[in-house]
Structures are given as structure tokens and as C-alpha cells.
């Protein structure tokens, strides 16, 4: 937004990213965002970052990105929105002119009218649509292209609670060219849970399929190119493999499996959507523990701990799943990740051999298990003589065979 011209107020609770952002230093790892920021920052001077509330009182609308978290029954913990809401509704209380809230957070169906609105009208004593506009605008931006996803959307979504707030916030966005849908508050809100449970749908989809071929002796990966090119299905989010991860599509689906269980509806669909995925890493683990008899004392190397490639997050990553059931078993286990190491190093038990480098972990191995297709990981040279166990189709299948003995997941 700031590079679009607006003047850009940022607000977190956590004092050193407001420095680091304050400094042109990026929290998060994304392409091209230390360069935007700096250009902001330091050049254009039209981005500063704080941690008081009260600089909401010189702006015109604000944004509520603040994450929400998955609690242990699945559903949506809505601590942070609505702390973020109470704040804002405090200061909104000060303000004289019409003031827009967007919330930009991922909120289940009927968060926004049945938590937010009542939150910002309770702290700030005024009334949404006559003292305040809201509206929704759900993001989706996927990790390792966030920027890119940002300035170049597919479609803009806009849940408003009245034309006016619509308005303001379609005005903001008049210099991108995607499709506008402006919508109700809650659809809006749908439409990004829906949007997500259906790419994890495609993933446990084409997960299932691909453990029938291999079954049959079929490459999925040639049947899903054959079934992409039918334009009603297309030929994205269609790789088989170990199945989805990360902070996203794991916790929507499980939320919105919790709000059909809040309406007396069993999302039975989504259910085995999100037991397939559970499921399909250990899927690894019962390769190498049939290849190698048992995996008691058995030296198992794990490359790959990012949930994808091109990130170092490892939130809910397959990768997680595979490492504590085989410390169950007994293994001894070797890791390493070109970029996640520090974030594995603080979540993953010590007893971990935490190694440099792929050549490193491969080494003196029985067995190597590939969970995140990094690059890195593509030379079939590395693994000369060694079994693999592919779980995201990183080598090919033809050639790996000729040098180690190879086995993918589902294929
Ligand atoms: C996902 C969505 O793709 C974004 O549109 C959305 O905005 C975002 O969640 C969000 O809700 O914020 P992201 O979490 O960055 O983005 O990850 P994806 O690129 O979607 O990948 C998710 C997982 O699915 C990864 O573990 C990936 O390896 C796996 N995947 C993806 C497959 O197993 N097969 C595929 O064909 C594609």
C-alpha cells in the first residue's frame, strides 16, 4: 500500500519488529520486501511502524491483520482480533470523522458482525455504519510470493456492512486491475475459508488417487497432467505427495470443520479431506520401516523441514509428523533444511542430529526421506546407492532409479 502512495501506520504489540520494520528490516522473509521496504521507509518516508494504538486517530481507515490462532479442538482463537478490536475501538472513541475498519484477518463465518463489530461499538460507545464504517477483505497471499500475490491479485474481495464503507475501500484499490466482488460481511468471509478447503480438498484429492496408481502400478503425475488439461479442473494444486502444511490451510480447514459442527452440521467431506492429510506423511515412515524390516536403531535422514519450498516456515509441516513417529519407532534421526534450521532448532527435541548440509545428512544413513522439494535436493548424484523415499516427486523417478533405490509416496 505505502508503495501505491498511501501513508502507511503500522501498529504491533511487539516492539522489535515495529524497530526492525522501523529500520527497513523485514520480520518476515518475503522476495523483493526488504527492497520495498527500504524504499518506503527511507526513500518515500511514507511507512512507520509504532506500537501505540493512539496513531490510529491520524489515519482513515484501518486494517486488522493480526493472525488467528487454531485452538486444540480445532476452532478459531480469536484472542488477538478482538484485543486488536478493543484498542481500536478505544481510540475510535476520540475520533471526530468517519473512520473505515477492514478486517483483513482470516475470521470464520460470522466473526466479524458476531465479535468485531460489537467489540469496536462497545469500546468506542459509536454505531457501525453511522459513526463507523467496517467491511471485510479477506487476503490471499501465499508464503515465498506474498508481495507478488499482493499487487498482483486474481480477485479482490470486499464484505461490506454498507455501500459507503464499499466505497472507500474499492478506492483503494483502484489502481489494481483484478475483478472486484463486492459482497455481504459474511460472505466475504466464506468465500476465503471456502477458497482454502478447496485447494486442500484438490491436495487430499489427488492424494488419494495417487495411492490407488501406485497400487496399479500408474504414474499420478501423468494422470494428473491428463486430467489439468480439462479446463473446468485445470492443472494447479494437483501434486502428489506427503500433503499440505503450513500456518494455513491446515488451520482453515480444521476451523471451518468446527463451525459446521457449531451449526449441527457434520462437514463430513472436509473431514476426510483433513484425515488424508494426516495421514499421508506417515505414509513415508511405513515405506521405510517395510523397506528396512524395523526402524529400531535405524539412522534416518530427513531433508526438507519447511512446509514448501522457499520459505523457513515449519509451521504444521509434514515434515513435523514424519520426525515424531520415527523417534517412536526408535530411529535415530538426522535433519536438514537449506533455510529452516533455526525455527527447527527451537521446535524439535535435542536427541535431533541437526546437520550442514544434504551430503551431511545422507551420510552414513540406512535411509533418506525427502519432505520438502527444495533444489538442492533434485541432483540424483547425491544419493548414489542409497534408499530414498520421495515424498514430493523431487527426483526423477527414471533417472534416481538407475543411481539409488527409489520409491515415492504415491507413485
Ligand atoms: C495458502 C493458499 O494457497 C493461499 O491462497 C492463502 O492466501 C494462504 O494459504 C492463506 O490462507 O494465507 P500457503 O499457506 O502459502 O498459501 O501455502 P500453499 O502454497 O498453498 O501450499 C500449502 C501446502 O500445500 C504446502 O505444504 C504445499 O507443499 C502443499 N501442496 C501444494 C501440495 O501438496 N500439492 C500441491 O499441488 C500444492
Known amino acids: 500500500m505505502a508503495s501505491k502512495g498511501h501513508q502507511i501506520i503500522c501498529i504491533d504489540v511487539d516492539k522489535v519488529k515495529v524497530d526492525q520494520i522501523n529500520h527497513a528490516s523485514s520480520p518476515i522473509r518475503e522476495v523483493d ?25 491520524n489515519s482513515n481507515m484501518t486494517f486488522i491483520c493480526v493472525d488467528t490462532l487454531s485452538r486444540s479442538d480445532g476452532g478459531i482463537d480469536l484472542s488477538h482480533v478482538r484485543d486488536s478490536a478493543r484498542e481500536i475501538g478505544r481510540v475510535l472513541a476520540k475520533v471526530r470523522s468517519y473512520h473505515l475498519v477492514v478486517v483483513k484477518s482470516t475470521v470464520v463465518p460470522g466473526t ?25 477483505n479477506p487476503e490471499f497471499l501465499q508464503e515465498g510470493k506474498a508481495l507478488h500475490c499482493f499487487l498482483n491479485p486474481v480477485r479482490i474481495i470486499i ?9 472507500i475501500l474499492q ?12 459482497t455481504d460481511i459474511k460472505t466475504a468471509e466464506m468465500i476465503k475459508y471456502a477458497a482454502n478447503a478447496f485447494l486442500a480438498t484438490r491436495i487430499s484429492f489427488i492424494n ?4 490407488m496408481c501406485k497400487k496399479l502400478g500408474i504414474d499420478i503425475y501423468e494422470v494428473a497432467k491428463g486430467v489439468g488439461y480439462d479446463p473446468r479442473i485445470g492443472n494447479k494444486f494437483l501434486d502428489a505427495g506427503i500433503g499440505f502444511g503450513g500456518s494455513c490451510l491446515p488451520k482453515d480447514l480444521e476451523a471451518l470443520i468446527f463451525r459446521a459442527g457449531e451449526l449441527n452440521y457434520t462437514a463430513e467431506l472436509l473431514q476426510s479431506v483433513s484425515k488424508m492429510n494426516k495421514e499421508q506423511p506417515l505414509r513415508l515412515v511405513e515405506i521405510a520401516r517395510k523397506r528396512l524390516g524395523s526402524l529400531e ?13 522457499n520459505t523457513d516456515d515449519i509451521r504444521q509441516a509434514p515434515a513435523l509428523s514424519i520426525i515424531a513417529r520415527l523417534l517412536a519407532e526408535g530411529a535415530t534421526v538426522k535433519v536438514y533444511d537449506p533455510k529452516a534450521m533455526p525455527s527447527a532448532k527451537r521446535l524439535l527435541p ?33 544419493y548414489a546407492g542409497k534408499l530414498v523415499i520421495d515424498g514430493r516427486r523431487t527426483l526423477n523417478p527414471e533417472k534416481a532409479k538407475q543411481l539409488c533405490q527409489y520409491e515415492g509416496v504415491c507413485w
Open 159 to 167: 464484505g461490506e456492512h454498507d455501500r459507503r464503507a464499499g466505497d
Open 112 to 136: 466479524t458482525e458476531g465479535t468485531i463489530i460489537p467489540t469496536l461499538e462497545k469500546y468506542s460507545s459509536k454505531k457501525v455504519g453511522r459513526d463507523f464504517g467496517v467491511a471485510t
Open 350 to 382: 535435542g536427541h535431533i542430529k541437526f546437520c550442514d548440509s544434504a551430503p551431511d545428512t545422507i551420510a552414513g544413513s540406512d535411509c533418506v526421506l525427502i519432505a520438502t522439494e527444495w533444489d538442492e535436493f533434485k541432483d540424483e548424484n547425491l
Open 208 to 211: 488419494e488417487i495417487g495411492n
Open 297 to 309: 536403531n535405524k539412522v534416518v535422514a530427513i531433508l526438507g523441514l519447511a512446509f514448501k519450498p
Open 33 to 57: 520486501l526488504e527492497n520495498l521496504l527500504l524504499t518506503c521507509v527511507n526513500h518515500q518516508a511514507n511507512l512507520k511502524a509504532y506500537t501505540d494504538y493512539k496513531r490510529i486517530l
Open 171 to 182: 478506492e483503494i484499490y483502484q489502481d489494481f486491475s483484478a475483478p472486484i466482488l463486492r
